[in-house]
């Protein structure tokens, strides 16, 4: 009982010094990849890098203390922190206080929908999301998560679209005007650094000399270089007005905001008092307030865009203070510091006295020291609501991605996994990682390969990758600060080349035509749709559910004959002449409400093509179950067959279904003399009575009979 509750006691059987110092390496060398990653894949996520280690600090303990495989290392995961952001975008600003609030929640009921899910051993729900499905969507992620680091990587910076191809076309776009050479330069050199050593010697932690080697390269020459100005050295009277411009438009939206979320209280309350005069008049003003807040918040992004073009050329006075002009407006015979600069500019009003210069490049910068404070996530039943699909499709997705490392890992080493008890470590891990303030977590492919590989023994080396995590927190968070940006961006983009799987594409086509269709609608519809992620999905899901529905309602129903290799086969797949006076029918499927019909008229349409048919044996092997509706449509084909002159009999009838006969007394409608255990002995027993007086010359069912 023990175990069952606590699966971690059943590590420390047999276990000894040995066994801990292969854990304790392996949870090293697991978190020398985890600590980079997790940092990227919160800047994936929308939210400040070090939330990655946070996210990091109990969710991998969690996860195998609770879960049921030994190896498998849970933390931040490509696709979930990709999802988070799609999730959150609509709701508010990536990196504001209340994105970040509205992230913890998330993983909150996340965690609890896993947990739930876990208690209640309802695990096969995540069969909804077909293989096809997933792979359609995985691929169309990784393509997704790659493309939207390539502002990073350029040095660039644009606002999103409302789609996000075409927010990768303003990146281009800016990447042509004014690439930062130097960021690029680190983003590449971090690549190649991971690429090498990957091909060269897997067993070396690429990701951790990449990330050593660049922010010592970003520390030594000084890569981020920013100053702060007065809005007085920019030598430029329209760059100043463009800047007040910029603010005012900003300014206005604050009050307007404010004026919304009153007119939003007033709404709910004359609808609860059923006013309709101030429902009416609520909904009027708030629909006013926000077509001015739309055209403020295109107005800011224009100005933004604007601003965020400008270069500008330093140059030092007479006083040692520094000026700033606009690139080819610098007069001759004045020399420029050799930097090319830009204006900081992001959601937030400028500080005409505190304009924030940047001439290098970015950087993680300072990440707070100590572990998070441990708190209550903030509970919110609207945002609850909003985020409740999101939820339900993350959770289902992590859980998907967990589960299939964790089976591909158990294969190797004989190890029982339990997906229920899965789905409690992972709804825990999420759970208890948010009163640490993290963010949605799931298992990774690519540290689990780590863990796998380093021969880790059992979940403690997760645990020991936690600690690891902590010590970073308290102690080493200063070495992070000169961390390039675009070296977190080549790390997210090397990390997800593993999801795309092209042949996946191929490999479902080649098992069925529809489920090839499928992958490929669900990827073009994910990235069409990106960053609403979640469509591609519901997509995938509703043409699968589509298919199935059409293929119950749509059962094959083949007519059998006697092939060469003396097996009674489809006659019309093989080629096969059937018999003139005995039909046999099978029918795949369970007969019920939505096929009923299609049976009749499958068995009328075999009355009306053989003109001499005296008897219909209808293979029951592929019936599994039937309903009410299948036993009265049964019911009437016998009547109407036996109305007619044509005799029926049934051969392979299974117990559940014979349940269903003797409880409606279709048992003795049918006759229990015209019931089989086999199609052999019913064709036999059929066979001589349905070719009396028949003038069928050589019968393709005789055989059947002769070897019987």
């Known amino acids: 009982m023990l175990t069952k509750f606590f699966p971690f006691i059943g590590w420390f059987k047999d276990y000894g010094f040995n066994r801990f110092r292969i854990d304790a390496i392996s949870g090293l060398t697991v978190a020398l990849v985890l600590i980079p990653q997790s940092m990227a894949y919160a800047q994936l996520a929308g939210l400040p890098a070090y939330y990655g280690l946070y996210a990091s600090f109990l969710p991998p303990m969690i996860a195998s203390l609770f879960g049921s495989s030994r190896q498998l290392a849970t933390g931040p995961v490509a696709v979930v922190s990709l999802m988070t952001s799609a999730s959150l975008e609509p709701l508010a600003t990536a990196g504001t206080e209340g994105y970040i609030a509205y992230a913890i929640l998330l993983a909150l009921m996340v965690g609890v929908f896993q947990f739930s899910l876990g208690v209640l051993k309802l695990g096969l729900v995540v069969n909804f999301l077909s293989h096809p499905v997933v792979n359609g969507f ?49 983003g590449a050199l971090a690549f190649a650094i991971m690429y090498g050593l990957k091909r060269a010697s897997p067993r070396i932690p690429n990701v951790l ?63 609860a008092a059923h006013d309709t005069i101030s429902v009416l008049d609520a909904e009027h003003d708030t629909s006013v307030i926000g077509i001015k807040i739309e055209r403020l918040k295109y107005e ?36 420029s510091d050799g930097r090319t600069w830009r204006i900081k500019v992001g959601n937030k009003p400028l500080k005409e006295n505190k304009l924030l210069m940047m001439g290098g490049g970015a950087v993680v910068g300072e990440i707070p020291s100590g572990l998070p404070s441990f708190s209550v996530p903030n509970i919110n039943l609207k945002i609850i609501l909003q985020l409740l699909p999101f939820a339900a499709i993350i959770s289902l997705l992590g859980f998907m991605e967990a589960i299939a490392i964790a089976k591909a890992m158990a294969a190797k080493t004989g190890q029982r996994l339990d997906p229920n008890q899965e789905l409690i470590g992972q709804g825990l891990a999420n759970i208890l990682g948010s009163l640490s303030r993290s963010y949605p977590t799931s298992g990774s492919f690519s540290r689990s390969a780590v863990n796998l590989q380093a021969g880790a023994v059992s979940g403690l080396s997760s645990v020991i990758t936690s600690l690891m995590v902590v010590t970073v927190l308290l102690f080493f968070t200063p070495l992070l600060y000169h961390l390039p940006q675009s070296v977190l961006a080549a790390v997210i983009m090397i990390a997800v080349i593993g999801l795309v799987n092209a042949a996946g594409f191929i490999h479902a086509w080649r098992a069925q035509w529809y489920d090839g269709a499928i992958s490929i609608i669900s990827f073009i519809c994910t990235l069409a749709f990106a960053p609403h992620l979640e469509k591609g999905i519901e997509i995938g899901v509703a043409l699968s559910l589509l298919v199935f529905l059409y293929k119950s309602m749509r059962p094959t129903v083949a007519s059998l ?148």
């Open 138 to 186: 995985t691929n169309a992620a990784a393509i997704i998560i790659a493309s939207s680091q390539l502002s990073k990587m350029f040095g660039v910076y644009v606002d999103k679209a409302s789609h996000h191809y075409e927010t990768i076309i303003h990146v281009c776009k800016a990447a042509v005007h004014y690439t930062h050479w130097p960021t690029l330069f680190m």
């Open 209 to 271: 000399v990449a990330v050593v080697v660049t922010t010592l390269i970003s520390w030594a020459v000084g890569f981020q270089h920013n100053t702060v100005v007065d809005i007085s050295a920019i030598e430029s009277q329209k760059v100043r007005s463009l800047i007040r411009e910029f603010n005012t438009a900003v300014a206005g939206m604050k009050p307007l905001a404010q004026k919304r979320s009153e007119m939003s209280e007033a709404l709910d309350k004359a609808m």
């Open 300 to 335: 800011t992004h224009v100005y933004r865009e604007q601003i965020r073009d400008l270069l500008f050329e330093g140059v030092k006075d007479q006083g040692g203070s520094q000026r700033f002009y606009l690139q080819n407006e610098v007069s001759p015979g004045i020399r």
């Open 561 to 708: 004959s006697r092939h060469e290799d003396e097996t009674l086969r489809d006659a019309v797949i093989f080629g096969l002449k059937e018999c003139q006076h005995i039909a046999v029918v099978r029918f795949d499927g369970p007969l019920f409400f939505a096929n009923a019909s299609f049976l009749e008229d499958q068995i009328t349409e075999r009355m009306l093509k053989m003109e001499n048919l005296k008897h219909i044996v209808i293979v029951f092997n592929g019936i599994n179950d039937m309903d009410a509706s299948g036993e009265e449509a049964l019911s009437l084909v016998i009547d109407r067959c036996r109305s007619a002159g044509v005799d029926v009999s049934l051969s392979g009838v299974n117990e559940s279904v014979m349940a269903v006969f003797k409880r409606t007394h279709l048992l003795e409608r049918v006759g229990r003399d015209h019931i089989y255990p086999t199609m052999d002995k019913a064709i036999c027993s059929v066979h001589g009575h349905a070719h009396t007086g028949g003038e069928e010359k050589t019968c393709p069912l005789t055989t059947v009979c002769q070897l019987y």
